[in-house]
């Protein structure tokens, strides 16, 4: 489910941390539960598909294209990631019945049963920052609280459509049990029309404590891209998400058919460690959670149930695959899992539990 394209320094990474990883895990678990990373990978075609709502120029999800820019400017980011991928896959083994690894996606990093983490419901403090250049780009309160609003619903499953999930994957719809309360909103305005996708914005207003606050950059970002997000291991000088002003929230200054709130929801999932429901790539390509189907291309539009790629039933309801807002309704009880993975003791976003 992923395309690879790994440069030689990567390569050699990966042959570097197996061998590591093979000598570290026998000291730190038994042999039989040794984690498997030999799936694991950062670098992906993202040029292969138009993202959500992306011009055709613009090319594939600008969330992996920015996590390949930032690889390619920080030698150490792959090495950080693979060690915080590691360090979630061990704490999954230590914490699941059974101990199993499998993963039904054709990787080693799924998780067939949910581990208890013992952290409750996680409330994640929320900045969000406003840069606009016209009124209509100073969006309300009440657009700003609509999104909060959407957050929550969508990530403790108490959307108005989560009875809209098909019986094939009600079972595995998740209540995450995360949710986000609005810690302050900071406006600026700027003659900037445009801010693209190079950090400009984060660089010009900064992110607050990002280590304890999800920092969220409210921006005409221009290009015909809605939203991009930085995964868990970047620098904390560009960490939080930004979504353009138009696809923030559900009321106010928004445009269908991605009105719903559902960008910021897609984009706070990579923040949290969530890959595309597809993997970014082919059939044999994983998003590292086993209870998402096996697929090989990004869905739009409100595609019609059941949509069959790779063998398999696509989960296009899913809040990280490309479909329009009113037809995405579920996270799964795997992503649930690696989203709170990456919030547990130790974990790369720990520090945002309060």
């Not at 969000?128 to 700003?144: D, F, G, K, L, M």
């Not at 696809?247 to 706070?268: C, L, Q, S």
């Not at 037809?327 to 795997?334: D, I, K, L, V, Y």
């Amino acid at each position: 489910m992923r395309k690879i394209f790994l440069s030689m320094i990567a390569l050699a990474a990966i042959t570097v941390s197996c061998s590591d990883d093979q000598t570290t895990d026998t000291n730190e678990i038994p042999q039989q539960e040794a984690v498997d990373m030999s799936d694991f990978y950062l670098y992906t075609d993202a040029n292969t598909y138009v993202g959500r709502g992306e011009q055709a120029t613009t090319g594939g999800c600008f969330s992996m294209q920015k996590l390949n820019q930032q690889l390619d400017n920080d030698p150490q980011l792959y090495q950080k990631m693979y060690d915080l991928e590691k360090k979630y896959r061990q704490n999954t083994i230590a914490q699941r019945p059974g101990n199993g690894n499998g993963n039904n996606n054709n990787g080693g990093g799924g998780d067939p049963e949910p581990p208890t983490d013992n952290l409750g419901v996680v409330t994640i403090p929320v900045y969000v920052h406003v840069v606009y250049s016209n009124s209509n780009e100073n969006i309300s309160s009440a657009q700003i609280n609509s999104q909060i609003a959407v957050l929550n619903d969508d990530f403790r499953r108490n959307n108005n459509d989560a009875n809209q999930t098909p019986s094939l994957f009600a079972p595995v719809a998740a209540d995450t049990e995360i949710q986000f309360t609005l810690a302050n909103t900071f406006r600026y305005s700027n003659s900037r029309t445009s801010w693209g996708t190079n950090d400009l914005v984060k660089s010009t207003y900064p992110p607050v404590t990002p280590s304890t606050h999800l920092n969220i950059w409210v921006c005409n970002i221009g290009g015909g891209i809605l939203g991009y997000a930085q995964f868990p291991g970047g620098s904390s000088a560009t960490d939080g998400v930004v979504v353009s002003p138009q696809y923030f929230g559900t009321t106010g200054f928004v445009a269908a058919p991605f009105d719903g709130g559902r960008t910021t929801t897609h984009e706070v999932g990579h923040y949290l460690n969530l890959r595309h429901i597809w993997g970014d790539g082919r059939c044999n390509r994983d998003d590292f959670v086993s209870d998402t189907p096996k697929s090989d291309r990004p869905n739009y539009g409100c595609p019609s149930f059941p949509t069959t790629h790779c063998r398999s039933t696509d989960m296009t309801m899913n809040y990280m695959d490309y479909t329009d807002d009113a037809c995405m309704n579920m996270f799964s009880e795997g992503q649930k899992s690696r989203m709170r993975g990456v919030l547990v003791s130790g974990g790369a976003r720990a520090s945002l539990v309060n």
